[in-house]
């Protein structure tokens, strides 16, 4: 699976961005997805995960009621809308795409098959 993020930019604290990850090469709906984030200087951290039909979605504490993951299976699309923001959410964020051969969710990078190359979000106060 190829998977190209965008949407990233600049946008001031309390705003609005939708990040969108198209996939491509093999059947969208045989993968859960996920976002992660790394910024300056720390780790890559789990965001948000959703399940193949979206009919699960899984968020990290500190993203929880602001931020809120989909996908269009038909457009082989996973969007991470993004609200209220703070300059801590500034970070390369990525998708990643874990089979379905494994049922469950997960937040950790090492269970996703499939990473896309980062889309830049950066916040100012």
């Known amino acids: 699976v190829q998977l190209q993020a965008s949407g990233g930019g600049l946008v001031q604290a309390g705003g609005s961005l939708r990040l969108s990850c198209v996939a491509s090469g093999r059947t969208f709906s045989d993968y859960h997805m996920g976002w992660f984030r790394q910024a300056p200087g720390k780790e890559r951290e789990f965001v948000a995960a959703i399940s193949w039909n979206g009919g699960s979605k899984y968020y990290a504490d500190s993203v929880k009621g602001r931020f809120t993951i989909s996908r269009v299976n038909a457009m082989n699309t996973v969007y991470l809308q993004m609200n209220s923001l703070k300059p801590e959410d500034t970070a390369v964020y990525y998708c990643?795409?874990?089979?379905?051969?494994?049922?469950?969710?997960?937040?950790?990078?090492?269970?996703?098959?499939?990473w896309g190359q980062g889309t830049l979000v950066t916040v100012s106060s």
């Open positions: 990643a795409a874990r089979s379905t051969s494994s049922w469950n969710l997960s937040t950790l990078m090492n269970e996703y098959d499939y």
